[in-house]
């Protein structure tokens, strides 16, 4: 009898103590919460929120406040006032250099090679892994990408007698040469092709224009401007090109006849009088997300029922003869997460956002909704279904050639305004020594880099 | 002596009435310090807060996210010495103060001069004048570089029909993009052509009939009358004017960004703080850009204030001795 009472006493007691711990783990449970913010609103924070609900399901206990309409200088300002949230995300590689360097995101490579890590070289595409570095930390993991390539006219390239899009820079000249048309007054009527800062390119010309040589944009700390030679090469062709095909062999004259052309260049987003949409122009660089402005509407999902405003195609780059081995590549840049300096949780936040960038639901639906292809590797996190005509913005994205540039802090990426300015400097004829502006240009992006570590 | 009704209502109606002296109100200092309270609070914390600090932050490093490091005179010494477009700015900011300031003032008395003319309908004309001035400069500037467009402006298309075969390119061109914004500066002349109209309305009519009377040409009319007279004006619009082409921004900006702008030949010290500051997250640096701007605009304004005495005439003495 002694003894049951004895037992039943440890039994209570027992019992007593593992509700205790039960209900000392729910509470401390309950405290595991993550915030996160986004730029996102309306659909796109509908199926942000959707994919973090799926990860709250997936990590009972774990609870996940997700905050939209957030843009970076916002998390940026929060941050530095140490009321930032746990994860963060950057529009865009050029401002990697911004949140990893001013040390706003954290350095991720012991949760990267840790027990619960992830192997990014396996898992992203190299575009995305090469870019999530800045100032050789790696501080952020690849959302989606928007991919830059080469669109031609088919039926323009056909009539003039070409069946493929171009695939060298020799060849570029060759069809533009072929595909411009010039008025009776002189002026240019139709374009082949625009080598020129500032002609629908979103500041970017001047990247486009370097990966098709294969320049790169840092050798070290140090910017490569002045010591890659291929810069200098770029822009000889630059000048070669404006002058052969629009000038009649006189840079002066092209260059001139060429602001003009720009100068009256259909609206970008008419999707009416879009310069390639008219025929105004042949080829051109754009990003991914202008080819439903190229077809039947300029809404996304309709991309699939292209018929066609403009007979397009889309090709890699044409690359200088000696980087041949780069053609079918483009550019490539990515949304990015990281974790807040002074973040509370970081295990947890890991944990969240290792699943935001690795899911492929979530990848498909973006995809399909945006037109901005995952940084995933697996085919898995591409649409089910998507046009034929779509299909080589994948094999841009997954060449290894592939790039963004090489990132350092340079606040809102001015060494590519930088470069840009110089281009546009340059096809102006202001600047009369490439290789002395390229030097100069070195140098200032240098004390940038200098003053902002 | 008594006070009437009358001097009840308007003490001061006859010569040498002497006003009644006025009771003593009892308001409480806290009510008064209530009532003070929104202004006071909005000059501590919107103007006299930002501007210490801005000038903390002049000699510091500060990005934003890191706490400010001390670095002594390094933003000035960067400024003067190492930055080039430091210099770009602020010689573009110089050349469009000392063309647009003087051409401004011309102009603007020249319509105020045209618009007092009109027997009929003159408010007509004045508010068709007035008008551009309200329009957002925004969209003020996007129209002018729609209107003055190389390839398709209406502005080229007259001046190549009639006669000039290759008009300049305006905004598009370094050479010719800033003579684009005075035009638009020009444009929206109407603010400064009202203070300058008010000014010629108040000048005595008596003064021209004697003049007329003594044989004056309309030009010595204007020249030895008018002229003078409006000095005052043009005193008051010359040190704002100077002080907003110093912060000259959105006309440019907004230009700029249309044109795609790579040249720098729209960049203005404005936008030079601005770029330091939202672009390069330099904020220690832009704040001492803010600081030599307030000293350079403090110098310019000093400098007229002190010319002035040659060449204001105040009629009834200046508000400045």
């Not at chain 1, 963060?88 to 001013?102: A, D, E, K, V």
């Not at chain 1, 090469?130 to 056909?158: H, M, Q, T």
């Not at chain 2, 309309?218 to 005052?232: E, K, V």
């Not at chain 2, 008051?236 to 720098?264: E, K, L, R």
Request: with cysteine.
């Amino acid at each position: 009898m002694r003894k049951n009472r004895m037992f039943a006493s440890i039994a209570v007691i027992a019992l007593v103590a593992s509700s205790l711990v039960a209900a000392a783990t729910g509470a401390q449970a309950a405290t595991r919460t993550v915030t996160v913010w986004s730029p996102y609103s309306g659909g796109n924070l509908a199926m942000w929120d959707a994919a973090i609900k799926r990860i709250e399901t997936a990590n009972p206990g774990l609870d996940i406040k997700s905050v939209g309409s957030i843009d970076m200088a916002k998390s940026l300002a929060a941050i530095n006032a140490g009321n930032g949230p746990d994860i963060s995300i950057s529009n865009g590689n050029g401002n990697l250099g911004w949140f990893c360097g001013t040390g706003a995101w954290q350095n991720l490579n012991a949760l990267i090679s840790g027990k619960n890590g992830i192997n990014m070289s396996a898992t992203f595409n190299a575009a995305s892994v090469a870019s999530s570095i800045s100032n050789y930390k790696r501080c952020a993991l690849p959302l989606y990408s928007e991919v830059f390539g080469f669109y031609y006219n088919k039926d323009l390239l056909s009539k003039a007698g070409f069946a493929n899009p171009p695939k060298t820079t020799t060849e570029l000249l060759t069809y533009s040469q072929k595909l411009t048309t010039f008025n009776a007054d002189g002026s240019i009527k139709a374009a082949g092709f625009l080598p020129w800062a500032g002609y629908y390119g979103f500041d970017m010309d001047s990247m486009w224009l370097g990966q098709m040589f294969g320049a790169k944009w840092y050798g070290g700390n140090s910017s490569a401007f002045s010591t890659d030679r291929k810069w200098a090469e770029a822009f000889a062709w630059q000048k070669d090109f404006i002058a052969k095909v629009y000038g009649g062999g006189d840079f002066a004259k092209g260059s001139k006849l060429l602001t003009k052309f720009v100068a009256g260049r259909g609206g970008e987003w008419s999707g009416t009088d879009h310069d390639f949409i008219s025929g105004r122009v042949a080829m051109k660089w754009d990003a991914n997300w202008m080819s439903p402005m190229f077809c039947t509407g300029d809404d996304w999902a309709m991309a699939d029922k292209c018929t066609a405003k403009v007979n397009f195609g889309i090709a890699g780059f044409p690359v200088s003869p000696s980087n041949i081995s780069a053609y079918g590549s483009g550019v490539i840049g990515q949304g990015q997460m990281g974790i807040s300096k002074g973040s509370k949780n970081v295990k947890d936040a890991w944990i969240v956002m290792k699943a935001l960038a690795t899911d492929t639901k979530l990848a498909v639906a973006w995809d399909g909704a945006n037109g901005a292809p995952s940084s995933l590797l697996t085919k898995e996190a591409r649409p089910a279904n998507y046009p034929a005509w779509y299909q080589p913005i994948y094999d841009i994205t997954e060449h290894p050639r592939t790039a963004y540039h090489t990132v350092q802090n340079t606040g809102e990426h001015l060494e590519e305004s930088m470069l840009q300015n110089l281009m546009a400097s340059w096809q102006a004829g202001d600047t009369a020594n490439i290789k002395t502006a390229l030097a100069d240009l070195a140098q200032r992006v240098n004390q940038i880099i200098v003053r902002n570590n | 002596m008594s006070l009437t009704r009358a001097h009840a209502i308007s003490p001061f109606k006859k010569k040498g009435d002497i006003a009644p002296p006025r009771k003593k109100l009892k308001v409480p200092r806290l009510f008064i310090f209530l009532c003070l309270s929104p202004w006071l609070f909005g000059i501590i914390f919107f103007t006299a807060y930002p501007m210490v600090s801005s000038f903390y932050q002049s000699f510091t490093k500060f990005n934003l996210i890191e706490t400010p490091q001390w670095v002594g005179l390094d933003n000035f010494h960067r400024m003067f010495f190492e930055d080039d477009d430091f210099w770009k700015a602020l010689k573009n900011t110089i050349w469009i103060s000392a063309i647009s300031i003087p051409l401004r003032i011309c102009f603007a008395i020249f319509t105020a001069w045209v618009l007092t003319k009109p027997k009929r309908g003159s408010s007509i004309y004045r508010t068709i004048f007035f008008l551009p001035s309200m329009v957002p400069a925004v969209a003020g500037t996007m129209a002018f570089t729609y209107i003055f467009n190389p390839a398709y402006g209406p502005i080229n298309k007259m001046l190549e029909a009639i006669g000039i075969k290759e008009p300049p390119f305006w905004f598009m061109d370094p050479a010719w993009s800033k003579w684009g914004l005075i035009l638009l500066g020009l444009w929206g002349i109407g603010d400064t052509m009202i203070i300058f109209l008010a000014g010629l309305l108040d000048v005595p009519t008596s003064l021209y009939e004697a003049a007329e009377l003594e044989g004056a040409s309309g030009w010595q009319s204007f020249r030895y009358i008018t002229l003078p007279l409006m000095t005052p004006v043009i005193f008051f619009s010359t040190v704002t004017g100077v002080i907003g082409s110093f912060q000259y921004f959105t006309q440019a900006y907004v230009a700029s960004g249309q044109v795609n702008d790579y040249s720098h030949s729209m960049y203005f010290y404005a936008t030079h703080i601005y770029h330091s500051a939202f672009k390069a997250y330099e904020m220690g640096y832009a704040s001492a850009l803010a600081w030599v701007l307030l000293v350079i605009t403090l110098l310019c304004t000093l400098v007229i204030l002190k010319t002035q005495k040659r060449w204001v005439h105040y009629p009834n003495g200046s508000l400045f001795k």
